[in-house]
């Protein structure tokens, strides 16, 4: 698969026996491992990472009590910014998959949506940027709705992309080759909202511009949600 932007490993060597602790970012369409074209700061602390040649993000040994949160900046990747407070740090290793921007370049036979989430539908919206998105998908079963691992975020203008990733064992319902799909969208200190049912075509990323169940579809009020 053809990649437009680079998340090849470096070369730098780093030196496991010194080390403190390790990030391990992935790509949350392809989970594969992202280790160029990011900065990654670990606030609080004095040495900045070392990229090994597993591609893992590694920090020296050094007093970790200062540690306040690390934060990843995605430059010109398409992913969102991520940041990862001092409680959510786990050792020896810290793994987190990269939300994707609605410019990813999704590769064909991705299921997934390009949408917005505002406050409330009116002729000048606000945005809620921060959020968290996610699919609930209905099995094959037709009864049973099931979450989807692969998690959005909202830029700063509530924009967001988010995909449905199944293991090979889940089967979702299908109607005339549509996935029948709920959105969840959970804000910082808040319990999540979810929408009503979309019907998403297999394979295919749904864009406002040609969804066929209208772009305002593709717009979710979070008043209107549903907890």
Same mark, same amino acid.
């Given at each position: ?105 999704? #590769?064909? =036979?991705? %299921? !997934?949506? $390009? &949408? ?11 945005? @809620? *940027? ?19 691992? #692969?998690? =959005?975020? %909202? !830029?700063? $203008? &509530? ?11 889940? @089967? *979702? ?55």
């Amino acid at each position: 698969m053809t990649r437009s932007f680079a998340v090849s490993l470096p070369l730098e060597p780093a030196y496991l026996r010194n080390v403190l602790f390790v990030v391990e970012l992935l790509d949350g369409v392809t989970l594969a491992r992202v280790s160029q074209g990011l900065t990654v700061v670990a606030e609080g602390l004095h040495g900045r990472p070392i990229v090994n040649t597993g591609g893992l993000f590694v920090w020296l040994k050094e007093d970790i009590a200062p540690l306040r949160k690390i934060t990843i900046k995605p430059g010109v990747l398409p992913y969102e910014r991520l940041e990862i407070d001092a409680a959510e740090v786990e050792l020896p290793r810290t793994r987190r998959e990269l939300s994707p921007r609605v410019d990813y370049p999704f #590769a064909p =036979g991705i %299921t !997934g949506l $390009r &949408g917005t989430v505002i406050e409330t539908r009116v002729a000048t919206p606000v945005a @809620v *940027p921060d959020a968290e998105v996610r699919f609930h998908w209905l099995d094959e079963d037709g009864v049973t709705w099931r979450d989807a691992p #692969a998690v =959005g975020r %909202t !830029g700063s $203008r &509530g924009d967001f992309a988010a995909i449905l990733r199944l293991a090979r064992t889940e @089967v *979702p319902q299908l109607d005339a080759g549509a996935v029948t799909v709920r959105v969840r969208v959970g804000r910082p200190g808040v319990n999540e909202r979810v929408s009503g049912d979309l019907r998403l075509a297999q394979g295919r990323i749904a864009d406002p511009s040609t969804f066929p169940q209208g772009k305002d579809a593709l717009i979710f009020a979070w008043d209107e949600l549903q907890p």
